[in-house]
């Protein structure tokens, strides 16, 4: 199991930005793929979540209404679309994969997912 962050850089606030998560390997055996932020000084936080199969997603409060996430099956990449992005955004941002089974709500919380990418640095300045 790989996962391959991508998309990060420098934009203005305001403004948006695309990262993306290419996963390979046993992707099959996935259950949801998410995606978490650490800014300096702080702890890793929750960002977002999709179930690998279905639906099913969750937000973090703080990004909802700003962020979506989404699938593409054909090429088993996962995207974060960030728009309306705000200062507080800046962190490195890194995707996670989960392959056990849980009711929904997906999981928020960083030991709920065993398998993780190198981040990709978002900064948010003008």
């Known amino acids: 199991v790989q996962l391959q962050a991508s998309g990060g850089g420098l934009v203005q606030p305001g403004g948006s930005l695309r990262l993306s998560c290419a996963a390979s390997g046993r992707t099959n055996s996935y259950y949801a793929v998410g995606w978490f932020r650490q800014a300096p000084g702080k702890d890793r936080e929750f960002v977002a979540a999709?179930?690998?199969?279905?639906?099913?997603?969750n937000y973090a409060d703080s990004v909802k209404g700003r962020f979506t996430i989404s699938r593409d099956d054909a090429s088993d990449t996962v995207y974060l679309q960030m728009n309306s992005l705000k200062p507080d955004d800046t962190a490195v941002y890194y995707c996670?994969?989960?392959?056990?089974?849980?009711?929904?709500?997906?999981?928020?919380?960083?030991?709920?997912?065993?398998?993780w990418g190198q981040g990709t640095q978002v900064t948010v300045s003008s």
């Open positions: 996670a994969a989960r392959a056990t089974l849980t009711p929904l709500p997906l999981p928020k919380k960083i030991h709920d997912y065993a398998y």
């Open positions: 999709i179930r690998w199969a279905g639906v099913a997603t």
